[in-house]
């Protein structure tokens, strides 16, 4: 497998509550079966990031078993983590915490198998949902009702 192939592939972005982002092609995922997964580079695939006021939940999967780390900040120089899940699967989920709401943030997802060879995905960002604001009290008229007037 070649590593060009993870730092090459498309972004594929959806609107919405949550924003996905599929890494890949169909010509290089229908590989997966054929590769030598001792020593070949994992591959990214349905990348999912739910935000949330002050946080996001990043999932993800890869094509062999992995652990996982997600890097974050408000630019691509990623002053953040989550903590390394050194567990070696092929389904993911890291939540980050701690975030500003309405804040534009990147990220990246960094996977690596039992032997070291690593997976990086291309710089992505996500925004954090707005704070709720407080409720106020509005006088509203209902149709067909006048407002008494003194």
Do not use: C, E, K
């Not at 690596?112 to 690593?118: K, L, P, Q, R, V």
């Amino acid at each position: 497998m070649n590593t060009a192939n993870v730092s090459t592939s498309r972004l594929v972005f959806g609107f919405g509550a949550a924003a996905i982002i599929l890494l890949g092609s169909m010509a290089f995922a229908s590989s997966w079966a054929n590769a030598d997964t001792a020593t070949s580079t994992p591959m990214l695939s349905t990348i999912l990031v739910t935000p949330s006021q002050n946080g996001a939940t990043v999932t993800w999967n890869t094509d062999q078993d992995t652990s996982g780390q997600v890097l974050y900040g408000t630019s691509a120089s990623y002053n953040a983590s989550t903590t390394l899940n050194s567990s070696l699967i092929t389904s993911h989920v890291s939540f980050i915490g701690g975030l500003l709401p309405n804040t534009m943030y990147h990220y990246q997802i960094v996977s690596g198998n039992a032997s070291g060879t690593m997976a990086t995905s291309t710089d992505a960002t996500f925004m954090t949902l707005a704070s709720s604001t407080t409720a106020t009290s509005t006088a509203t008229s209902t149709p067909g009702v006048s407002p008494i007037i003194s």
